[in-house]
């Protein structure tokens, strides 16, 4: 064999390789699983709860092959990946596709780029994501280092909730009924409940460590409708990265995620090894007056040398309602690095969230009054489309499939946060609107939370194809000229983020550089808001140059149906 032909063949070999490597295949279908001394079955994906981990280097591209074998409709998002100029595999069902139907395949492309850490990938159709979801793991390209120590363990920690019913039922009554769903029958770490739930003594998590090694813990909150608190007893957390972007270091006692957010912790095993410590999350919920699953899922932490522990140790998570505890974890997080914030703005978009209320005929809905939950950004109350999405409207311009004319400035004006409002401000307007923005233009936007629908609660508000800076932050009414100028604000290092979280009865402001051309979705992660409308979608339009232009359609997207 000459060696040239020896050389081809180690390339060639290689790159075979390689291109193994970077393909996929998800096979989503129906497994029992038994939990809380029952049995259902439940979406997985290739069987597993969570689902697998992707693994890939920064600026990969990666292809995951959808099988859909399950008896419902599916989509898949990549939560925290940008997908520059590639909306066309985002996977928000009707906002970027059509389902990939029972039976049929989907090759989704998913473009890495600027994104550090930890994301993750769940599905985007109905609730389904309440079981079809996992965690990916982003390294350094070689010849890179983090700027933080390296771990000697990576432990995957995903949180999420349990239904005893099954989700699809929960979801057709409350939409039916137009009351609020059924709250969790439990909360969840790496899909265990812990042994503090009935029939679960085997079913709880446990993590082994060696005294003296440090682990990163990549964790996600997956939960459909909490926040969560999260801690680990006697043991110190340091938070490295935030949403897939590294972050100064943060030494924590506890931390809070919201659903849809990411962390990356570094777990220092230092504490006595003949002890056993307990880890747990439980919910932050600032209204009582709404229904939350208020109880707690404990997981394991022992020692190697510890398997004869006779004492263990349970940590102390803040109260259900301790805002200052919840906000100030939020905003103790900072970029890693500083200066990179955009200064001059060239298009402010100020837009409320709210809970609001629909008239049913004779009273006849499950709601406060007899009436039907809604709930809104800007007072429109967002109807997703059926038959055709946004994206391949916008992309063959086809009329008549959404509008353009959500408001960049609330168009009721009123005491936002006021304890009592006047009983027609509840009403929101149903319509398909989305915001156009040109490329290039540097975008602030204030996200104000209203007292309306009971009181008002915190919004983890998520916006595909972008991260962005948390500039701002407070309670109350937002205020551009005193907001701006005080110590609300953060020009220097704020999170940068996909997913930021709206105070209850508070406002953010978030910054971003519209630099993605395509359809890009904006929602709130608590999954009931956003079945009840509290979403949005921009589209930004092309730029001039080639690579400012969206990507063309992949051949194979799942098929739309009149």
């Known amino acids: 064999m000459s060696s040239s032909f020896f050389s081809f063949f180690l390339i060639s070999l290689f790159l075979y390789i390689n291109s193994i490597a970077h393909r996929y295949t998800f096979t989503v279908k129906e497994d029992p699983y038994n939990k809380l001394c029952s049995t259902k079955k439940i979406l997985t994906v290739n069987g597993q709860f969570p689902g697998p981990i992707l693994k890939v280097y920064k600026g990969d591209t990666i292809y995951v092959n959808v099988r859909n074998r399950a008896s419902e409709n599916i989509t898949m998002h990549w939560h925290g990946v940008e997908q520059p100029r590639n909306p066309w595999s985002d996977g928000p069902e009707y906002i970027t596709q059509c389902p990939i139907r029972p039976g049929s395949d989907f090759l989704y492309e998913v473009i890495f780029s600027i994104e550090d850490t930890t994301v993750w990938w769940h599905a985007h159709s109905s609730w389904t994501r309440a079981t079809v979801h996992g965690l990916i793991f982003i390294y350094p390209r070689p010849g890179t280092f983090l700027p933080f120590p390296k771990a000697d363990s990576e432990v995957p920690l995903v949180l999420g909730e349990w239904w005893k019913e099954d989700v699809r039922e929960i979801v057709e009554q409350f939409t039916?009924?137009?009351?609020?769903?059924n709250v969790s029958d439990a909360l969840t770490i790496?899909?265990?409940?812990?042994?503090?739930?009935?029939?679960?003594?085997?079913?709880?998590?446990?993590?082994?460590?060696?005294?003296?090694?440090?682990?990163?813990?990549?964790?996600?909150?997956?939960?459909?409708?909490?926040?969560?608190?999260?801690?680990?007893?006697?043991?110190?957390l340091t938070v490295v990265a935030a949403d897939g972007h590294y972050t100064k270091p943060l030494n924590a006692t506890y931390i809070t995620i919201s659903?849809?957010?990411?962390?990356?912790?570094?777990?220092?095993?230092?504490?006595?090894?003949?002890?056993?410590?307990?880890?747990?999350?439980?919910?932050?919920?600032?209204?009582?007056?709404?229904?939350?699953?208020?109880?707690?899922?404990?997981?394991?932490?022992?020692?190697?040398?510890?398997?004869?522990?006779?004492?263990?140790?349970?940590?102390?998570?803040?109260?259900?309602?301790?805002?200052?505890?919840a906000f100030g974890f939020f905003t103790d997080i900072k970029s890693l690095y500083s200066g990179q914030v955009p200064v001059k703005i060239s298009r402010r978009i100020i837009s409320t969230v709210s809970i609001n209320l629909l008239t049913c005929p004779n009273n006849s809905c499950q709601g406060p009054n007899g009436s039907r939950l809604a709930a809104s950004m800007n007072n429109i109350s967002f109807v997703t489309p059926s038959h055709i999405h946004i994206l391949k409207a916008y992309y063959l311009h086809i009329k008549g499939v959404y509008g353009t004319r959500f408001p960049a400035f609330p168009p009721l004006v009123f005491n936002f946060t006021a304890e009592d409002q006047p009983l027609f401000l509840q009403t929101p307007r149903l319509a398909t609107e989305v915001k156009m923005i040109k490329y290039g233009e540097a975008v602030e936007m204030v996200i104000q939370g209203t007292s309306l629908g009971g009181g008002g609660i915190d919004h983890p508000m998520h916006l595909h194809g972008f991260s962005f800076y948390i500039v701002g932050i407070g309670f109350g009414n937002y205020n551009v000229t005193k907001d701006t100028s005080s110590s609300n604000y953060n020009l220097k290092d704020p999170p940068y983020r996909n997913t930021a979280t709206v105070p209850r009865n508070g406002w953010i402001a978030i910054r971003f550089i519209a630099d993605n051309p395509g359809?890009?979705?904006?929602?709130?992660?608590?999954?009931?808001?956003?079945?009840?409308?509290?979403?949005?979608?921009?589209?930004?339009?092309?730029?001039?140059?080639?690579?400012?232009?969206?990507?063309?359609?992949?051949?194979?997207q799942p098929p739309c149906y009149q």
Request: with cysteine; aromatic share 10%; proline share 8%.
């Open 259 to 325: 659903p849809g957010q990411t962390l990356d912790v570094l777990l220092h095993a230092d504490q006595n090894p003949k002890r056993t410590y307990h880890m747990a999350a439980r919910a932050y919920h600032s209204n009582p007056v709404i229904s939350f699953n208020n109880s707690t899922t404990v997981g394991t932490l022992r020692y190697i040398s510890s398997s004869n522990a006779t004492t263990s140790s349970y940590p102390n998570l803040p109260s259900y309602n301790d805002t200052s505890a």
């Open 176 to 181: 039916r009924t137009g009351g609020d769903p």
């Open 519 to 556: 359809v890009w979705f904006m929602h709130c992660h608590f999954d009931r808001h956003l079945t009840w409308g509290m979403n949005v979608v921009f589209i930004v339009k092309n730029g001039r140059g080639l690579n400012q232009q969206m990507l063309p359609p992949p051949p194979d």
């Open 190 to 236: 790496n899909g265990h409940p812990g042994f503090l739930y009935p029939c679960s003594n085997s079913d709880t998590f446990e993590l082994t460590v060696e005294k003296g090694k440090t682990y990163r813990i990549r964790m996600v909150n997956a939960a459909m409708n909490l926040i969560l608190f999260f801690s680990i007893a006697k043991h110190s």
